[in-house]
């Protein structure tokens, strides 16, 4: 009888593995389609300078709305992405994307774009950029890439020579949710950044979290040792940006200032941010 249960068990665990297997393969289909189609679009979401108070640029960052589910979040399909090499075709979309769109922004207007560190793998990361700002008349100052510590950690020469190839191009280079990674400070010394952007686990509870605080008041230090500028992700609270201004902070993203908005929403912006700017010029007062 035990015996009967176990097998029972077992089957009911296979069948469960399967139901996931099928709907992921089914994610990989349809995104296929979705990548083939253009359907998926970069939203944008506002970088702030914390001494004057505006907007420097816009992180871009992929939807893909679904016509059954909705928009699709990219933790439900970036991690796919990778494993079936579908990022390749994504994340050139996106820097397509970006770039044209960020080249109708007024022209100190930056824009980030995320990179996978297995694009990086393929290998064609200085062509891929270098065709999508040619094609979109951005110039390269404008347009900063993202990259996780994961990528860093492979010490390749060849990630180091695209980075140091990127830069002289005026790309610029940010290290993105620094802390969650095996975070070691020797990378810093070798890799090329020009920004490092905090982790929001850090900047959550800031206020309250005393360690939280020494961490970012440190990390804050370092930028302004290595002459790298230091974004806060993910601030949601006023009082999370008093402590990141009181430490210094140079920039900060998150929700009280803007969530991510579709392009056709970013001119308009911008416009009430030189409104604002006319009036009073309290900081977020313009984004939020
Ligand atoms: P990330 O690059 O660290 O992007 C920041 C994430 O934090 C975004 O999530 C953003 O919507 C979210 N966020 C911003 N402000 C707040 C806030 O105040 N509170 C909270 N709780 N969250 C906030 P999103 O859009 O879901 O993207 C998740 C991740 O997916 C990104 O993390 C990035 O690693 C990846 N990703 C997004 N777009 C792309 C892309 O085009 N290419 C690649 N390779 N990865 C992408
Ligand atoms: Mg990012
Ligand atoms: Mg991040
Ligand atoms: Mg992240």
Request: hydrophobic share 40%; proline share 5%.
């Amino acid at each position: 009888r035990a015996k009967t249960e176990t097998r029972g068990s077992f089957s009911y665990f296979e069948s469960g593995m399967d139901a996931r297997a099928q709907s992921r393969r089914k994610i990989e289909t349809e995104l296929r389609a979705a990548i083939q189609r253009d359907v998926l679009q970069p939203h944008y979401q506002p970088l702030i300078d914390l001494s004057s108070g505006r907007i420097t640029g816009f992180e871009a960052l992929v939807r893909w709305p679904h016509p059954e589910r909705g928009m699709i979040p990219p933790s439900e399909f970036i991690p796919i992405a990778e494993e079936t090499g579908l990022i390749s075709g994504l994340g050139r979309s996106m820097l397509r994307q970006a770039c044209s769109d960020a080249a109708k922004w007024p022209d100190e207007v930056c824009v980030a774009v995320n990179m996978s560190p297995l694009q990086f793998r393929v290998g064609n990361v200085l062509s891929l950029v270098m065709d999508a700002l040619k094609q979109s008349g951005l110039p390269a100052r404008r347009l900063e890439l993202e990259i996780t510590e994961t990528l860093v950690l492979e010490k390749s020469g060849q990630v180091l020579a695209t980075l140091h190839a990127l830069r002289a191009l005026g790309v610029r280079i940010s290290m993105d949710d620094f802390g969650t990674g095996y975070s070691s400070l020797s990378y810093l010394r070798s890799f090329p950044f020009d920004k490092i952007k905090v982790d929001q686990s850090f900047i959550r509870d800031l206020a309250a979290n005393r360690e939280a605080q020494a961490i970012v008041r440190s990390i804050v230090s370092l930028g302004k040792g290595l002459g790298v500028t230091i974004t806060a992700e993910g601030v949601e609270t006023e009082a999370e940006l008093r402590c990141l201004r009181a430490e210094g902070c140079h920039e900060a993203q998150g929700y009280l200032f803007s969530r991510p908005r579709p392009n056709v929403e970013i001119v308009g912006l911008l416009q009430a941010q030189r409104d604002a700017a006319d009036g009073t010029s309290s900081g977020k007062a313009m984004v939020a």
